[in-house]
């Protein structure tokens, strides 16, 4: 029934995945916090009310959040090659995986920070706390559950932008999907590569959840 499978291009296929999911989520997070919290802090009647920074931000965002991520692929070849040397495997799918996450976990950070009571930063006001002292003594502790459970979806979707990332050679279990899957008919290997990521988004999730109740919990 497996007759197709070899399990040593299935164990490489799966770390390659894992490789590209661990490298772009960390950096999607480095770039995408700050991200989310600038948005909301220059929003209208926030400490840093700035409409112009804040428009300016939001549209960059959201043309990079609007441009399908296969695309994004092809048309950051020249960059990624410029930045890592390569278009190819898992370093070059690395930087169009952050560009095409990084935008969307911003969004989510935004989110969970406009969740927060505004007491909070009243009450941060009235005790005369800085603005960096606000952000980071109270509304990123109390967003907390809700930045990490935007990570997991991050997460989750870069799982499935690995899998698209096969399409332009990145390596990964879609790239195995693809060339042995798809294009030579060979069913079971791609039944152990869906198989296999989805085992992936259950523990992704999995951790995710566990995270924020031992975050909400504090």
Known sequence: MLTNINWADIGQATL????????????????G??????????GAKQLLANRP????????????????????????????????????????????????????YARLVETALREVDK?????????????RQIVFGALLPEAMPGIIAGATVTAIALVSYT????????????????????????TDVMVV?????????QGLQWAGDRLIIKVSRR
């Open 53 to 104: 920074v804040n428009m300016a931000l939001s549209f960059a965002v959201n043309v990079l959040r609007s441009v399908p991520f296969v695309i994004l692929l092809i048309v950051m070849i020249p960059l990624t090659v410029l930045l890592v040397g390569t278009s190819l495997g898992v370093a070059g799918a690395i930087p169009p995986l952050v560009l095409g996450a990084a935008p969307f």
């Open 33 to 42: 916090l700050p991200l989310g919290v600038i948005l909301f802090l220059t």
């Open 119 to 131: 007491g909070v930063i009243e009450a941060g006001q009235a005790m005369g706390a800085t603005p």
């Open 193 to 201: 590569t869906v198989v296999l990521l989805l085992a992936l988004v």
């Open 163 to 186: 899998a698209m990332a096969g399409v332009v050679g990145a390596g990964g279990l879609g790239d195995l999907a693809i060339r042995f899957g798809y294009q030579r008919f060979q």
């Open 16 to 31: 390659d995945t894992l490789v590209m999911l661990g490298g772009s989520l960390a950096f999607s997070v480095l770039l």
